[in-house]
């Protein structure tokens, strides 16, 4: 789905399970970064915070590999997720991904449904997004 003459909506997928803080901080990151250059930004790390879900709240020995200690449906952020990425342009993944089952899951969804695929680690995004033919 590309936007005509509208601001792109990228959304951001990368590891999360085993990563302190599941990962949050280098989503909010990526979501300033993209902002900044324009594009509005789907972040899990914000779904989450909207159910509820913060691991700033879980203390600094928790065991970052299993949400569902604390009562996180990963049913309900798989659901939840994919509709996400079906509003979006675009999915932006970050360092790390290929090393994450849901990000490599999104990844193919997003490739399926023909989507332009963006990399933290190839360059500069805008430069991508032009490339990729995102951007006019």
């Known amino acids: 789905m590309k936007t005509q003459n509208m601001t792109p909506t990228i959304y951001v997928a990368g590891p999360m399970r ?10 909010d990151s990526a979501k300033s970064e993209l902002q900044m250059r324009g594009f509005r930004v789907v972040s899990p790390a914000d779904l ?24 996180f449906s990963m049913t309900a952020a798989i659901d939840r997720d994919v509709a996400a990425l079906r509003k979006c342009d675009a999915i932006y993944m970050l360092r790390g991904w290929e090393s994450s089952k849901g990000a490599i899951a999104e990844k193919a969804l997003a490739e399926w449904m023909e989507l332009t695929v963006l990399y933290q680690d190839v360059g500069d995004i805008l430069q991508q997004a032009l490339q990729s033919g995102l951007l006019p």
């Open 18 to 27: 085993g990563k302190r803080f599941f990962n949050f901080p280098a989503f």
């Open 48 to 71: 989450d915070r909207a159910i509820g879900f913060d691991p700033e709240n879980l203390g600094s020995d928790y065991d970052w590999s299993d949400p569902s200690k604390c009562g």
